[in-house]
Nanobody, 112 residues
């Protein structure tokens, strides 16, 4: 069983930056593709970024050029560096594994 714990959310002004972290338990972390999703109030959960076990990355159109997903397999952790934040980035951000595990989420609020 894999457990995912997100951290790093908070309140930031538009144009600012935040870095989210997702720490995973389990020895197979390095073999797994990992994602960041987000869900804003009244909206469906959407894929923000994905990183495959080999390091290839995929981004949602709304965050391309502003967000960067990365992983440190030695620390069983993935990161989401978020720059040039916009009010529309406000959401709960969730870590997800390709095995279907979800973290509890971390709130990101961007003020205008």
């Amino acid at each position: 069983q894999i457990q995912l714990v997100e951290s790093g959310g908070g309140l930031v002004q538009a144009g600012g930056s935040l870095r989210l972290s997702c720490a995973a338990s389990g020895s197979i972390f390095g073999l797994l593709g990992m994602d960041w999703y987000r869900q804003a109030p009244g909206k469906q959960r959407e894929l923000v970024a994905r990183i495959f076990s080999g390091g290839t990355t995929v981004y949602g159109d709304s965050v391309k050029g502003r967000f960067t997903i990365s992983r440190d397999n030695a620390k069983n952790t993935i990161y989401l560096q978020m720059n040039s934040l916009k009010p529309e980035d406000t959401a709960v951000y969730y870590c997800h594994s390709e095995r279907g595990h979800w973290g509890q989420g971390t709130q990101v609020t961007v003020s205008s």
